[in-house]
């Protein structure tokens, strides 16, 4: 690499919104073919300037360069015009329409007359190929999982062949194998000369990912390095501005009531014979590939999905859940994967939603408002929660803020059993430490913790259990020090491996 | 636990740039009111009839037999539905109404009755399409498209298209009485907004209505029953029609099958577009309604002042329509 010139120079770059100044002159040189890193706390501003060199957002002050030249860059069809392409940190795909009517949306591809829906489906294949996903052209976006929409959003990224490509937390959703694809996707990208600006929560993939990093924090350059450079210790002190020591805490001690029981759970198609426990104090975890069943269950388990077969125990008391509403009242809360689609309300403020499920414990008749929003302000606190003021509509806090939110309305239904699916999505090193100091201090106190996670060092870290789903079936448990990143793979992947099989660990646990 | 306490202790001072309030551009929020006031001046000066209180009391009498009814259809709309057979309920109720009281003779007692069964039929029409729509799954506008149609014919058919006059003397105070030189509808008019006004914003419902609005799915992993709560709107419209259809009957003393209610769906639903609520749903007041109604009904009023024929409008009516979404669409930007 001799003298690399940059393709995308951003010169005092500023924003404010409404006032209150999100990004603080911010100046960085991006060359041609690299993959640049963009780290920093949740709110600190990394979504903002990627939509602003996306055309999303316009700077209040400052300059960009493209390959030299200043550009103006005032809406999305701008960008593309100049080859920067972005996958939004928040899915924008639009539900009733096909994966290929999506990818092609505003640019579809015309015949003479009509529109050419085959070349359409062939390209689309193409890209889904690339990303080496089962999906159909023709599936349609609201039947797909979070990290099936995932891709989608990368396979419409990729298909205009951009020369800048944002990407903005693109493996939140997904499990290690699909993120190894992407990552061999962005090297052969890369070694086409695309440039890449990648944000991430996770430092161990910006470690192995990116050639250079840009951090920021509270809307200030903190520094531009070389990754060669600098360890993820380093990376989490520069972001927080101060050390970060004992990610997981240690784990409680599991006590012997048996919290929730689930016995031959069965979902047409989808799963079958799913049976565990979770004793109270003890968090575990659910490992498996996409599409294993880990969400599902936890549907099932809340009346959210029709069960063929199932009993289901909450404190050793047989319990009939037709609906969410009956889980709730037996004490079990479920964080949902997609806190866009599922989980709130977005023209709701924090104490809006953090009381929508808990609202009875706030109204005698009538709503006592003063107490909402005490009881949000609690949670801002506690979980450091950056928003403008309480009545803020969630539309307009960061992505690792809302799912904060998402975790305060759970918890203020006062759970017994509390199942979290992907709980630290899109949530920052800082952040993810509180919560998990949090989860523990609740198991402390008895709580029963479900934690499905794509994130192997969470249910390492985590967990007293591990489950690994395959399929739609349980295909084993971990436990203790048999808890790995190996271990799991192998279960997930199906191959048979030293761990031992689930009958017999279950019939260790009822001796 | 120590760790909680340290997280407090730095939330505070990492929040403290946070304080700082986004400033809330509110000049948009209170442009209905705005409008209203403007075009309250405007009128005074174009007529001097406009400001004479029978005037007024006159406006605020014919706003509030479609303003009732945009009430309810508030909670439909930010419920994320809507509701076209508001106007042909009004006259199947009516001739209900009326048939019932003529049934049961003269008297308080028969007013009374019958007014209890003018919601109750009102709340029960309501729930048909209610039930359409949740059981039946047909989307609010097909639903209530054909129900339009349904009880339309269904009143022509009852009364032989011909006028329905009712025999009842007391009949006539109702919606032709005043109390404390108002007249009865008004008062029912701006007793139910306050009423709609306290469920909407005040209670575990209200709640619930504007969270099914904005997001069903959301609001049905929040454990809220989203049918019922869809299924509700639709009674509660049509309570506030039944109410309306009393009101409308009671004034004339008759109900006439072929043209009582038509087109009230139509200034319902302006009504509350005027009032800011989205047609999106989820978000939406009951004062921005009660303010687009009179907007309306003032229109419509200094119209006729000026002499302006009756054929235009309908042309004002739309465009008055057409600046309020354009508006509302830029707030939403
Ligand atoms: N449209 C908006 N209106 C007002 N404030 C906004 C808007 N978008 C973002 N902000 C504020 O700007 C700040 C930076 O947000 P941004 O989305 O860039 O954070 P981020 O670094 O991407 O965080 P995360 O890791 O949580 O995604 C946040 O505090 C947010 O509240
Ligand atoms: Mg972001």
Redesign the pocket.
């Known amino acids: 690499m001799s003298l690399p010139e940059p393709i995308l120079s951003l010169e005092k770059i500023s924003k404010s ?1 409404s006032g209150v100044q ?1 990004l603080h002159a911010i100046s960085v040189q991006v060359n041609a073919g690299e993959v640049m890193g963009i780290l ?1 706390e ?7 300037l990627l939509k602003i060199i996306s055309g999303i957002y316009q700077r209040s002050s400052g300059q960009v360069l493209v390959a030299g030249e200043a550009v103006e860059i005032t809406s999305p069809s701008d960008a593309k015009a100049l080859g920067i392409a972005m996958i939004p ?1 928040e899915f924008n795909l639009i539900a009733s329409l096909s994966v290929f009517e999506n990818i092609f949306l505003g640019q579809e591809l015309k015949g003479r007359l009509l529109l050419n829906k085959k070349a359409m489906r062939q390209r689309t294949h193409q890209l889904l190929n690339l990303l080496e996903t089962q999906l159909s052209p023709d599936a349609l976006i609201e039947e797909l999982s979070v990290a099936e929409k995932q891709m989608v959003e990368i396979a419409k990224a990729l298909v205009n062949e951009a020369r800048i490509l944002i990407m903005d937390e693109p493996t939140t959703v997904l499990t290690s194998q699909e993120v190894e694809v992407l990552f061999k996707l962005i090297d052969k990208l890369k070694a086409q000369g695309v440039t890449i600006l990648f944000i991430s929560h996770k430092l161990k993939e910006v470690k192995q990912l990116c050639d250079r990093l840009i951090i920021l924090r509270d809307g200030e350059l903190i520094s531009v390095v070389q990754v060669s450079e600098i360890n993820e210790q380093d990376m989490a002190r520069k972001m927080v501005g101060r050390e970060l020591n004992q990610v997981f805490p240690p784990r409680s001690q599991v006590q012997s009531k048996v919290a929730l029981k689930v016995e031959n759970l069965a979902v047409k198609n989808l799963l079958s014979n799913i049976s565990f426990e979770v004793r109270q104090g003890e968090v575990l975890g659910f490992a498996g590939l996409i599409g294993s069943g880990r969400t599902e269950t936890a549907e099932a388990i809340m009346g959210l999905r029709r069960r063929q077969t199932g009993d289901i125990y909450v404190q050793q008391q047989a319990v009939q859940i037709h609906n969410i509403k009956d889980a709730v009242k037996y004490g079990l809360a479920y964080l949902s994967e997609d806190r866009q689609g599922c989980g709130l309300t977005m023209n709701f403020n924090l104490p809006e939603n953090i009381s929508l499920i808990s609202l009875n414990n706030y109204s005698k008749g009538f709503i006592n408002h003063a107490q909402t929003r005490e009881k949000a302000q609690q949670y801002v606190r506690k979980f450091d929660i ?3 003021s309480l009545d803020t509509e969630l539309l ?6 809302q799912q904060k939110v998402y975790l305060s309305k759970w918890m203020d239904t006062q759970p017994q059993v509390l199942i979290l699916d992907e709980p630290t999505r ?1 949530v ?1 090193v800082n952040t993810k430490k509180e919560i998990y100091h949090f989860v523990q201090s609740m198991t402390e106190q008895g709580l029963a913790v479900v934690v499905i996670s794509s994130d192997m060092e969470e249910l390492i870290g985590l967990a007293h259990r591990v489950l690994v789903m395959r399929e739609g079936q349980i295909q084993g448990e971990l436990r203790d020090q048999d808890i790995n990143e190996q271990q799991i793979m192998f279960l997930a992947a199906g191959l048979q491996s030293q761990a031992a099989p689930l009958s017999t660990t279950l019939q260790e646990n009822h001796q | 636990m120590s760790e909680v306490a340290k997280m407090d202790t730095k939330s505070n001072s990492s929040s403290a740039s946070w304080v700082t309030r ?1 400033p809330k551009f509110t000049l948009s929020n209170w442009a209905p009111l705005v409008a209203l006031l403007v075009l309250v001046v405007l009128s005074a000066m174009a007529s001097e009839h406009f400001l004479i209180p029978r005037n007024l009391t006159n406006v605020l009498r014919q706003v509030s037999y479609t303003g009732i009814i945009a009430l309810g259809m508030t909670f439909v709309i930010i419920a994320g539905g809507i509701d076209l057979s508001v106007g042909s309920m009004v006259a199947l109720v009516g001739v209900l109404v009326i048939m019932l009281l003529n049934y049961m003779g003269d008297g308080w007692m028969a007013v009374t009755v019958s007014i209890a069964a003018a919601m109750a039929m009102g709340a029960a029409f309501g729930a048909v399409n209610g039930l359409l729509t949740t059981k039946g799954k047909i989307t609010a506008f097909v639903a209530t498209l054909a129900t339009m149609s349904i009880f339309r014919s269904l009143t022509l058919y009852i009364s032989d298209a011909g006028e329905m006059v009712s025999q009842n003397n007391h009949y006539p105070d109702i919606g032709g009485g005043y109390w404390m030189g108002i007249p009865i509808p008004v008062w029912l008019f701006i007793g139910l907004a306050f009423v709609g006004h306290i469920i909407l914003r005040h209670t575990a419902f209200g709640r619930h209505v504007c969270a099914v609005g904005s997001n069903p799915k959301v609001a049905t992993y929040s454990a809220i029953n989203v049918k019922r709560v869809y299924f509700l709107t639709f009674v509660i419209v049509g309570f506030t029609v039944g109410l309306s259809a009393v009101m409308l009957s009671s004034r004339l003393n008759s109900v006439s099958p072929g043209d009582a209610g038509l087109f009230y769906e139509l200034d319902a639903i302006a009504a509350v577009v005027i009032g800011g609520t989205s047609l999106a749903g989820g978000k939406g007041t009951l004062w921005g309604t009660v303010i687009g109604a009179i907007i309306l009904g003032i229109i419509n009023n200094m119209l006729n002042l000026m002499g302006v024929s009756p054929y235009l409008q309908g042309t004002v009516k739309g465009l008055v329509i057409l600046i309020a979404v354009l508006m509302q669409f830029k707030r939403d930007r």
């Open positions: 919104f999100v920093g949740n709110g600190a501003g990394k979504s903002t940190q950056k928003a403008a307009y806090l960061s992505g690792g803020n899109g920052d | 986004l």
